[in-house]
């Protein structure tokens, strides 16, 4: 477990202070594949490095299962870090090592006499049994990712830090890093945090969330609370984002949520039942955690005259539904 | 001047020459670690040691080679029992001209390794001193290869000081050829010959470090 309390992070002196983290609280579970989310600039990155002190918070705590890192001396850390591993963006492997010898080399640092027959399994296991001897500069972006998944796992962590893990890979190669990180998940128990500008990796294998900032934690929880009934507006900024068209300014919508709660054709009773016109501006559908979700925004030409009647039809079939400004997503 | 001469000659420059690198560089490798390493992002910054280091190399850099070979003769006299004269007179003021140079082409080269490299293994659990020795010096040796050919290239040229102190070599030789011949030395073609060589030495050295240098680097290797 991961628990990060008051964590604050200033750079600079008294005189040009800048604050990349304030006030930071954060409980990560075992078993968690947890996606912290914000835009460039917002600290996430910072906060994910202070996860295995890469930075050093100015103040604060990070507690890895009980234990505070900020107060771990320098060999005690080196042992905490064997058991929170960490992924980059640019991958960060050595360019004059070889695949194999790249993974070997967290062995190497820790006396690990198995190292080769280890590094080897672990190839195998990202699908690279077959690049020992390539070295970096001859694998694409996805292949590298993969060498540095299997060199991050070299030293058995409990926590696994994906920092930008998927930001320089295309997305068919970034869906398939994420498939390999949701395997990890589930087959060694591997506790992941995830850190992404991202909407759509968080959403393809994140089960909770936070949204980060300004330097602060916006609002955290399980994905689907988060992602379906987004409440501050850099939440809905981030999860509407481009998805909407812009033109509706100054107008109301209702917005439903499907939570597979009933399997009446809800949108077209409304239509049929209640009389009541209306155009979808926008709906999808999510996996999350192996449920599936679903959310529909509509505009009714004759709002005020309709919205009672709509909202009593509703409740009376338990379909959770919200009136939303369209400035909470244009 | 005969070929056994000539031979002889190159021989004491190229000796000069490969002796003062390596020392130069027995000196100047960790101390050009020591100045990446205490630098503002180096693995342990330390401002007033850097400052320090960095001043001594800076004003060994700035005094004339001829200046440090003369005020080097005391000291090849108490290790040699001469001060000039003979062809290893030259290795302590050589080694002492370039080791400021050496650490600071040390220095620049260990700066190149991306900063994220560094943080990717001390994030494994690596200690200061395995940074150094697996990710510093191995992911810049291309670099540092390279530095060593100028820095070889750059000791031939200071090996010209030699005739200063008698120390003999192939540059002496070509001025010494020169004063016995002040009237028509353009015309003879013993004394283009000798240039001849300086020049093939010298590219040689810039060849081989180039060559070595792109066959150990795997960075740009062809898929």
Redesign the interface.
Known sequence: MIEIQNLSKAYGGAKEKFVALHDVNLKIEDGDIYGIIGLSGAGKSTLVRCI?L?ERPTCGKILIDGEDLTSADKKRL??I??S???I?Q?F???????VLKNVE??G???KDAERKARAKELLETVGLGDKLDA????LSGGQQQRV?IA??L??NPKILLCDEATSALDPETTKSILELLKELNKKLGLTIVIISHQMSVIEAVCNKVAIIDHSEIVTQGYLQDVFLSPKEPIAKKLIYAGKINAGFRGEKFVKLVFDGSTDKPIITNIIQECNILLSIIYAETKVINDKIYGQTIFRLPYYDEDIEKLSAYLNENGVKFEEVDSDDFC | MTFADILLLSGETLLMTVLSTALAYLFGLPCGILLNVTSKNGLKPCKWLNAIVGLIVNILRSVPCLIIIVLCIPWSRAWFGTGTGEWYTILIPLTVCAFGFVSRMVEQSLAEVPAGEIEAVRSLGATDFQLITKVLLPESKASLVTGAAVVAVSIIGYTSFAYNIGAGGLISGIYTYYTRHTGDYLKQSVFWILIAVVVVIVQLIQELGLKLAKKIDKRRILK
């Open positions: 295995n890469l080196r042992e870090r064997k929170v591993s960490m980059f640019q960060n492997l050595l360019q004059q090592r070889s080399l967290a190497e640092l820790h070295y970096p500069s001859q540095a060199r991050a070299m030293t």
